[in-house]
């Protein structure tokens, strides 16, 4: 969505179209330039640099240092857990180039304070807030207030380009906080067995570990677990914080129509570009691929991981035929050096 000088994607929690539409690439991958996303950071620097501002706290909201476990998580899961369900997949090898990038040892630093001072209305709505602060690759902004100021209605959003302003992620405070430290006698209706009410119990620590810890597949289907327990009643900031970072990197919204139809798969993966109690799923993982490749100039042929009947040619969904097959079969053979 476009607004004048406002470049925008808007987070729409309310119902959903039963038909999903295909990933791809945002829109504003074709008009903006490459330095206002995430990959080219992932592709060409060692470390992420972020900030969180929370102006607008109060006794229900997530912490700043909440957040921060958060925003550690979600960002390596969109790099590390992109990295695992590769493996999982069996396509080691074939994304050995991709894999070396998403391995990294990235180092993901939070400043201190967020440089908010070309953010318009910001100070109408915080003034006693000081705007002064570092430039960052990622500025997470927590404010009802404000992300109603800019929008013109309360739901959270992704900003590429707002006038002067860094590309900011502005985040409502209506979701579960997945480390609120749930009472005794707190409601989970999925925490249905034994086994799943023990999980819960170790959220604070598998957080931890997907923020800093080792990432393997164990520590990404409990992360997953445990963040579908607390949005049984709406979705959860990790939730909201990964769907943002999705965009910030550069994919789009799935539920919206008429997307792009260059850089896009033809079956939805149902993953969390389209819903925010799903996971990231194979239509990211083909999106994140696409992306990299696609920022860094890589000819690549791949079977999608939704389905190996669909073959993705340097980005664009292929019809296949016996062909295209053989090219990918050569393409798992020998893959491309990066
Ligand atoms: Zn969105």
Redesign the pocket.
């Known amino acids: 969505m476009k607004h004048g000088l406002l470049t925008f994607?808007?987070?729409?929690l309310c119902a959903l179209p039963a038909q999903a539409v295909k990933f791809s690439h945002t829109e504003e991958t074709y008009s903006l330039a490459k330095s206002r996303f995430l990959v080219p950071t992932l592709l060409y620097k060692n470390e992420i640099t972020y900030c969180i501002a929370t102006p607008a706290q109060t006794p229900t909201s997530p912490t700043a240092d909440q957040l921060d476990i958060l925003v550690q998580a979600a960002l390596r899961e969109w790099t590390h857990g992109i990295a695992v369900r590769i493996r999982a997949a069996g396509r080691e090898e074939e994304m050995a180039d991709i894999l070396k990038i998403l391995d990294k040892p990235l180092r993901l630093i939070r400043l201190s304070s967020c440089n908010l001072t070309s953010h318009p209305q910001f100070l109408a709505v915080h003034p006693s807030y000081n705007p002064a602060g570092l430039s960052s690759d990622l500025t997470v902004i927590l404010s009802s207030d404000y992300c109603a100021k800019v929008l013109g209605s309360v739901n959270?959003?992704?900003a590429f380009e707002y006038k002067n302003a860094a590309p900011f992620m502005c985040l409502t405070q209506n979701y579960a906080n997945p480390l609120r430290a749930p009472a005794p006698q707190d409601y989970f209706p999925a925490a249905s067995d034994p086994q799943k009410r023990e999980l819960l119990k170790q959220t604070d620590q598998i957080f931890a570990q997907a923020a800093a810890g080792t990432y393997d597949t164990d520590v990404q289907d409990q992360l997953w677990q445990i963040n579908r327990m607390f949005a049984w009643d709406g979705p959860t900031y990790f939730s909201v914080l990964v769907?943002?970072m999705?965009?910030a990197f550069g994919l789009?919204?799935e539920?919206l129509k008429d997307r792009p139809q260059e850089y896009a798969s033809p079956a939805p993966g149902q993953g969390i570009?389209l819903r925010l109690y799903n996971p990231i799923s194979c239509d990211e993982i083909d999106g994140m691929i696409t992306l990299l490749d696609r920022f860094s100039g890589v000819q690549r042929t791949f079977a999608s991981f939704c389905s190996n009947k669909t073959v993705i040619q340097n980005g664009k969904a292929l019809p296949v035929s016996e062909t295209i097959q053989q090219q990918v079969k050569k393409q798992l053979l020998h893959p491309a050096a990066r």
């Open positions: 994607v808007l987070c729409l959270s959003f992704f769907h943002e999705g965009h789009g919204d539920y570009m």
